[in-house]
């Protein structure tokens, strides 16, 4: 029961995150304004257009968390670095799995705290995010009338599931450009859609250990 | 080195999930289609054969399995099915008619062999529809072993092999009709041959291109008792090609019930029913 709500809040906790941030963008955001054009332009002219460039805030590099034996992928930074959209490309060579295996996936990760540890060390105690994946190379996801109509209910392809873990964050020398850098070390465990359903119905049998798995990372933001 | 020794709630989920068997290598899953195992849930027929090998059964001794099958996603119900076996008094081994997982994934049939290894005795499985799912095929290979064998248990030659053709599109090579007859035709010292598949010959999901003449291997087999099939999730006894051959259909795990099969003579058979 216990362990239901905790995957009810992990799957709940990605809502809040899509709120925009309160406070603005900063510089530590990954959204870059440009505001020179206020200097320009008198108070009577017509208000600027903000033009806003989506930029990769950092580079991921992961194994693990059914996302791939090794991933590779980048992200966006949003709400003073508590919310991250990542997207990884990964690998699982065919002796692991029977067939090589490209797993691209999503992931949105939004971590509420960040705690100081001295001058360039700061902890997130705690990551929750959603993660949705699309495995490709695999030796029979079914073929076009292969089977009848719902003969298996499942995607072979598709999965998804909550992650929940923490991250330690080394401060790098800023950028030229005054940007904070740093390179932070991650770890998530996770579950997917159908070894979560196997679990709910068999509790007994099963324990949340049985159905976690780790991912082991670093992310450099730049 | 990393945070989580900070959070006592993932610290200990974290030490939980290695305290439960699994590796750090495996916890971190590459994908659920990731088939690495650790060693003892590797190769596991062979394994539980070499467990029967190390109680024979004398010649002449009656012949005593419980045969059940689809264990699927029915991991409480295998808990009980366990705890049923166990009570029942001279059983040799258990025989699974596949569909071991759902989803085609090594864990999943890791998850079952968590339960079945509690058994007394070995069991052994074949593969099911369900098990080819994805890479399931490769997954059943590494944690059981091989989709077509034999082998002998005191009188008796079981001949297992894959009939799930829908899951190699029906491209006419599934199941194996050479390979059986070979099979068949050497009764490697046994007096009678059972055969055991998944998917039973009469069913839509065979290759209909293959029925008569896979029938027809079992037809022409006198010392046959019978097929023994999974799949319908239902007990059934019957000659559905009205030529001889008896097929027996095992109950899912989810039904509750197992067959204790005792086999002795020619082909002689009882079949008795146990609810758990």
């Known amino acids: 029961m216990a362990a239901s709500l905790l995957l009810a809040a992990l799957l709940s906790a990605a809502a809040p995150s899509a709120a925009p941030w309160p406070n603005g963008p900063d510089p530590s955001d990954s959204v870059r304004v440009a505001t020179e054009t206020l200097a320009t332009t008198g108070p009577a002219a017509p208000a600027p257009a903000r033009t806003m460039r989506y930029q990769p805030r950092h580079l991921l590099l992961q194994t693990g968390g059914g996302l791939g034996m090794l991933s590779v992928g980048g992200g966006l930074s949003f709400a003073h670095r508590h919310l991250d959209v990542d997207g990884l490309l990964g690998y699982v060579p065919a002796e692991h799995a029977g067939t090589a295996l490209t797993i691209a996936s999503v992931k949105l990760k939004y971590a509420p705290w960040e705690l100081p540890l001295g001058s360039k060390l700061a902890l997130q105690p705690l990551a929750v995010g959603v993660y949705g994946s699309y495995t490709f190379g695999l030796r029979n996801p079914g073929k076009p009338d292969q089977y009848p109509n719902d003969y298996y209910w499942f995607s072979r392809t598709m999965r998804y599931g909550p992650v929940l873990g923490s991250s330690l964050s080394y401060a790098l020398p800023a950028a030229a450009s005054g940007?904070?850098?740093?390179?932070?070390?991650?770890?998530?465990?996770?579950?997917?859609?159908?070894?979560?359903?196997?679990?709910?119905?068999?509790?007994?049998?099963?324990?949340?250990?049985?159905?976690?798995t780790l991912a082991l990372g670093l992310k450099l933001e730049f | 080195m990393f945070s989580f020794s900070s959070s006592p709630l993932l610290r200990s989920a974290l030490i939980g999930a290695l305290a439960a068997g699994l590796s750090a290598c495996e916890l971190v899953e590459y994908s659920p289609n990731d088939h690495r195992a650790p060693a003892d849930q590797k190769d596991l027929t062979a394994k539980n054969l070499a467990r029967l090998a190390a109680t024979p059964l004398p010649p002449g001794d009656s012949l005593r399995f419980v045969f059940t099958g689809d264990s699927q996603r029915f991991y409480d119900q295998g808990e009980d099915l366990v705890r049923s076996v166990n009570q029942q008094p001279g059983i040799q081994f258990m025989l699974v008619s596949g569909d071991i997982s759902d989803f085609g994934l090594g864990r999943e049939m890791q998850w079952v062999d968590n339960e079945l290894r509690r058994l007394k005795v070995p069991y052994l499985t074949v593969i099911g529809n369900h098990d080819q799912v994805a890479n399931g095929r490769e997954a059943y290979q590494e944690i059981f072993g091989p989709l077509n064998y034999s082998f002998v248990f005191g009188d008796t030659k079981f001949v297992l092999v894959d009939t799930n053709s829908r899951e190699y599109n029906f491209?006419?090579?599934?199941?194996?009709?050479?390979?059986l007859r070979g099979q068949l035709a050497d009764p490697n010292g046994a007096r009678r041959t059972v055969v055991v598949s998944h998917v039973p010959p009469q069913d839509n999901d065979f290759d209909p291109t293959l029925r008569a003449d896979y029938a027809a291997a079992l037809r022409e087999t006198p010392n046959l008792v019978f097929e023994m099939n999974g799949h319908r999730h239902d007990y059934s006894v019957g000659q559905p090609f009205d030529d001889g051959v008896t097929y027996v259909n095992s109950y899912s795990f989810e039904k509750r019930n197992y067959l204790v099969v005792t086999v002795w003579g020619d082909k002689q058979f009882r079949l008795k029913q146990i609810s758990f």
């Open chain 1, 179 to 212: 940007r904070a850098r740093r390179l932070t070390t991650y770890y998530e465990l996770a579950t997917n859609d159908l070894y979560a359903i196997s679990y709910y119905q068999n509790h007994r049998a099963l324990s949340l250990p049985d159905i976690a």
């Open chain 2, 171 to 179: 491209n006419g090579r599934v199941p194996d009709v050479p390979w």
